[in-house]
């Protein structure tokens, strides 16, 4: 593939960082986009490459559309924004973070890739970043799951719907990402210990496990309408 504009939604750090990356590494050029100007430019001095960033809030349906004016025509779109909101006991997580779950994760991808589409190359992609709550049957995650599943159905219903456009996801399993940063150290280190023990890999992924996965359903023009669960047979453990 000759060298594309990839634009990534959420690209300041974890995975959308790692993706930013590899695309770089092929040549290709890539805006990342974050909610602030202090972690895009702290992500902009870890990447080399043809590399821009914008401030844009994927929740904000008016600031997402000028953005995207304003950046014009592009090839691919990835969405990497997530909610860490909506985890818990069925019987006792909350509505509010049930609600919260679905406002910072589906509707911002939901909305994002709606607005794009004026601007997105008709033979370009669309990949969504879901997460492996979306498909195990893992206690605790009922609220969480819902968000991601409803990301995870947006994948063959668009693929259908929006052809030419590619459009795909991945589902990531347990990956050491800032997403965690709401446990202590000691807290992170133990829960990582024992999704390794679980896992059929014996560890836990990397961002750049899921990067990989990205950049082939980017590069590669033949797949479309696949959600890609790059758990480590996470999932077959739960």
């Not at 990534?8 to 290709?28: N, Q």
């Not at 990531?172 to 446990?183: K, R, S």
Request: aromatic residues 6%; contains cysteine; proline residues 4%.
């Amino acid at each position: 593939m000759s060298a594309q504009h990839i634009v990534i939604a959420g690209g300041s750090s974890g995975i959308g960082l790692a993706t930013a990356r590899r695309l770089l590494d092929a040549g290709h050029r890539v805006t990342i986009t974050g909610r602030t100007a202090a972690r895009l430019d702290k992500a902009l001095s870890v990447l080399d490459g043809r590399v821009a960033s914008v401030v844009m809030d994927a929740a904000d349906r008016a600031n997402v559309k000028s953005v995207f004016a304003e950046l014009g025509a592009f090839d691919h779109l990835v969405l990497a924004a997530g909610s860490t909101k909506g985890a818990g006991s069925f019987a006792s997580v909350s509505m509010d973070d049930v609600r919260a779950s679905f406002s910072e994760k589906v509707f911002p991808h939901f909305g994002t890739a709606q607005a794009a589409l004026p601007h997105l190359a008709k033979d370009g992609s669309l990949t969504f970043v879901a997460a492996v709550t979306a498909h195990a049957a893992m206690p605790g995650t009922a609220g969480i799951g819902a968000a991601n599943a409803a990301v995870a159905a947006l994948v063959p219903i668009l693929a259908a719907e929006l052809k030419p456009l590619r459009v795909n996801g991945v589902s990531p399993g347990v990956i050491d990402t800032p997403w965690w940063d709401f446990l202590t150290d000691e807290q992170r280190m133990q829960l990582f210990a024992d999704y390794a023990a679980k896992t059929p890999v014996k560890r836990i992924g990397t961002p750049d496990d899921i990067a990989q996965a990205i950049a082939f359903l980017i590069t590669n023009t033949f797949m479309t309408g696949e959600l890609i669960v790059c758990d480590g047979g996470l999932r077959l453990a739960a």
